[in-house]
């Protein structure tokens, strides 16, 4: 098989299987965040230790900001919008965060993967993730890309050879074509907030687990933060059972 189909044929499975392959990752860095607590010799406490898990919590709440940002600009059915069953666009989005750089919601992913990543406190393990990121979805933007181009030709191909793929440059910013909906990002995104509060008050409760600590105040925070988002969940999850947050073309 030639390259090119191989990473067709790669890209596809992956895109395909991206909401369960991801899992496999964390159940890696759940170990590796397990073997490194019970096997860690006692260090002091500073003010990066202490703090780390909010930096940690930051970095994934970026990616969940640049998500936001650019779901909340983008109509039905376009270049953004992907169903397990393949590609879909009936335009190609090019303003706003698609003005900037051409995957924003592929970097909005890698940031909040990567705070999750960083909970395990393990170098060689962020460097893995990063490299894991990198191989993954170069596959998955490829098949996307091949799309576009040959749905959109050279209106793609344009708009490609002034934006870059993943690392944004504001220089061709152009203001959003669509205006902000509060109600598709309220739909679109509720999964991924609360998601992350789950998976960081996972992360501290092992922790306390592996080194028999006591939940204090702080372990309160990232449980009260989990309740709070599955509630979230459940309610906009009902809301959207009851076409409440429909919109016209969003």
């Given amino acids: 098989m030639a ?11 992956l895109f395909k299987n991206r909401s369960y392959l991801p899992l496999i990752v964390l159940g890696i860095g759940l170990l590796v965040f397990i073997h490194k607590e019970y096997n860690e010799i006692e260090k002091p406490n500073t003010w990066l230790a202490e703090s780390f898990e909010f930096l940690s919590l930051f970095i994934s709440l970026l990616g969940l900001i640049i998500r936001i940002i650019t779901v909340g600009h983008t109509p039905k059915n376009t270049s953004g919008r992907n169903t397990k069953d393949g590609q879909i666009a009936d335009e190609i989005n090019t303003t706003g965060m698609y003005s900037i750089v051409r995957h924003p919601l592929y970097l909005g992913n890698f940031f909040m993967w990567l705070g999750v990543a960083m909970l395990t406190e393990n170098f060689w393990f962020i460097i893995a993730f990063v490299l894991f990121y990198i191989s ?11 799309f576009l181009r040959s749905k959109f030709g050279q209106i793609y191909t344009d708009w490609a050879e002034t934006v870059p793929a993943i690392i944004p440059t504001f220089k ?20 991924g907030l609360c998601a992350v509060f789950l998976l960081f008050w996972m992360f501290d409760v092992v922790c306390r687990l592996c080194q028999k600590e006591p939940f204090e105040s702080d372990a309160r925070f990232w449980l009260y933060g989990a309740i709070t988002a599955t509630i979230i969940y459940f309610v906009l999850k009902i809301m959207k059972k009851k076409n409440m947050l429909n919109e016209p073309n969003r």
């Fill in 3 to 13: 390259l090119q189909e191989e990473l067709k044929t790669q890209g596809n499975f």
């Fill in 136 to 146: 993954y979805y170069v596959r998955i933007m490829y098949v996307e890309e091949s």
């Fill in 172 to 191: 061709n910013y152009k203001k959003p074509k669509y205006p902000f909906s509060i109600k598709k990002v309220l739909k679109k995104e509720k999964n």
